[in-house]
């Protein structure tokens, strides 16, 4: 997945803390038909990419990604907002929900979706719904995002991520 532009400068203005809750962990249902296609760690973010099967993360039709950035005092508000304003600045024309508070998700949470109708990467529609969650110690990210090549919809995206948690090692 391409890579958003403020990511970085978000990332410098937070302080990062030396250890992170290692038993924190996001869990969302199942999605069949779907396989990894990367993912990389380090000691203060992670990512994973998952991909319907046959597709790969540099030409897919649907994609889950989910990011763990090891940070004090989780921003999520800032963090969405930075989100929305790279989301404006790469696709002015991007139509967006506002952001929700969400609850029951295992820590304070919000959730927005987004339709671009002409993706500056591919040139056609992209739609997508994130998902962010303050742990302990770290900021969990969950995106869901479709082409228009893909049969998903925006309501399954939806539900996928409300139904996904941040839990504990008894989780």
Same mark, same amino acid.
């Given at each position: 997945?391409?890579?958003?532009?403020?990511?970085?400068?978000?990332?410098?203005?937070?302080? *990062?803390?030396?250890?992170?809750? %290692?038993?924190?962990?996001?869990?969302? #249902?199942?999605?069949?038909?779907?396989?990894?296609? +990367?993912?990389?760690?380090?000691?203060?973010?992670?990512? /994973?990419?998952?991909?319907?099967? &046959?597709?790969?993360? $540099?030409?897919?039709?649907?994609?889950?990604?989910? $990011?763990?950035?090891?940070?004090?005092?989780?921003?999520?508000?800032? *963090?969405?907002?930075?989100?929305?304003?790279?989301?404006? $600045?790469?696709?002015?024309?991007?139509?967006?929900?506002?952001?929700?508070?969400?609850? &029951? +998700?295992?820590?304070?949470?919000?959730?927005?979706?987004?339709?671009?109708?002409?993706? #500056?990467?591919?040139? &056609?529609?992209?739609?997508?719904?994130?998902? %962010?969650? %303050? &742990?302990?110690?770290?900021?969990?990210?969950?995106?869901?995002? *479709? /082409?228009?090549?893909?049969?998903?919809?925006?309501?399954?995206?939806?539900?996928?991520?409300?139904?996904?948690?941040?839990?504990? %090692?008894?989780?």
């Amino acid at each position: 997945m391409k890579k958003l532009p403020f990511l970085g400068l978000v990332l410098s203005l937070i302080s *990062f803390p030396a250890g992170v809750a %290692a038993q924190e962990r996001l869990v969302s #249902p199942p999605v069949a038909g779907f396989e990894l296609g +990367h993912e990389a760690a380090n000691a203060t973010q992670s990512i /994973r990419e998952e991909v319907p099967a &046959g597709e790969a993360v $540099q030409n897919w039709s649907a994609i889950i990604t989910t $990011q763990r950035f090891a940070i004090a005092n989780p921003p999520v508000e800032r *963090f969405i907002e930075g989100f929305r304003q790279s989301l404006r $600045q790469s696709c002015p024309a991007a139509r967006m929900t506002p952001v929700e508070s969400a609850s &029951g +998700h295992g820590g304070p949470a919000r959730i927005f979706s987004a339709d671009c109708p002409q993706s #500056p990467v591919t040139g &056609g529609r992209e739609t997508m719904t994130v998902l %962010a969650i %303050a &742990g302990q110690d770290a900021l969990y990210v969950k995106q869901v995002a *479709f /082409r228009d090549s893909y049969r998903g919809d925006r309501s399954w995206a939806e539900g996928f991520l409300r139904a996904t948690r941040l839990c504990d %090692a008894d989780c």
